[in-house]
């Protein structure tokens, strides 16, 4: 068991309605009728198991945080609430792949990007408390993973638009430039 | 198939000959006569199938740098040589894991200890290219694993000193005390 590792099953089962899959760059993923969000499957073990066979699983865990300050981390938690609000019925998956060349560079160079010229912590920040996250790291898992990232979003209808205005802003930054593939899954909870 | 991990595998074959197991600080490991560093095994598959059970085996997975800036890369990159030179017939395993209290950190909080105020990435370009290093992750490989990080270090007999005189360096810093796993396993090529 790990409480940071979580597993996206999409199927014939599941608490969310996928009402949509996008592909934005690259691949797309198989459309489905359903998802399930599975915390705490160990690598090892087949998510949802003794149920049909999943049409897709995506893997991601949970981390420290590797761009955001002492200030900025003050200012999110200040402002964010946590998934699972009963006005929440409108979810997003959004994985994504970064290029090699982002992987190769330092970190500096990483966070320049990022924050200094492409406001990504920012951007997430003018949309808190309405579009709550979690995000998930798939590059270090030790088995072949097709994203790097998984996000996953919770606000409610009304706020949908927000949302697209939220995603149009990180795709025009330059840090979007990195992003080779991207897919764009938009759900309604049952 | 993931050309960036790494399994240690202990037991009664392999090339490195297991000269001593010492824990610095917690649980130590199990001593073994031999070592094999196997590459590309996933999570799926057991290391040393078809061998002896292994006595321990560990895993991680080299990626992205955390901290070093683009400066820092370049001196690393012009002075830095690769595992597996000729004169290079020690070997030094260090398992590590952090405190928790490491990882609550925000980024700029963990890079001002680990090298403001603890020089570790200094104090390694200081040893080389005598004491070559690869660096494994193992925090967030989604399995229950006994350490966040594996370094494993080669090195000439003449330079077991200057590895001691690293190690000192870098236990007596302020990073250090965010510590609370490591096991020092010296090894020989057989």
Not at 118 to 139: E, F, M
């Amino acid at each position: 068991m790990n409480s940071r590792l979580f597993s996206f099953v999409a199927g014939e089962t599941g608490p969310w309605h996928i009402e949509r899959v996008l592909a934005v760059k690259g691949e797309s993923l198989a459309a489905a009728p359903c998802l399930d969000v599975i915390p705490s499957v160990t690598s090892g073990e087949e998510p949802g198991r003794g149920r049909l066979p999943p049409m897709w699983a995506l893997r991601g865990i949970t981390s420290n945080e590797r761009y955001v300050t002492h200030e900025e981390k003050r200012s999110l938690v200040a402002k964010q609430q946590g998934l699972g609000r009963p006005d929440s019925t409108c979810a997003a998956l959004i994985p994504i792949r970064k290029s090699e060349a982002w992987w190769a560079l330092s970190q500096d160079e990483r966070r320049k990007i990022l924050e200094d010229r492409s406001a990504h912590i920012r951007i997430g920040l003018n949309y808190l408390p309405a579009i709550a996250r979690r995000l998930h790291h798939c590059r270090d898992l030790g088995t072949p993973e097709p994203f790097d990232f998984i996000t996953w979003f919770e606000f409610a209808p009304a706020d949908i638009p927000a949302f697209d205005r939220l995603l149009g802003e990180l795709r025009a930054s330059e840090e979007w430039q990195y992003v080779e593939r991207e897919v764009d899954v938009r759900l309604v909870r049952k």
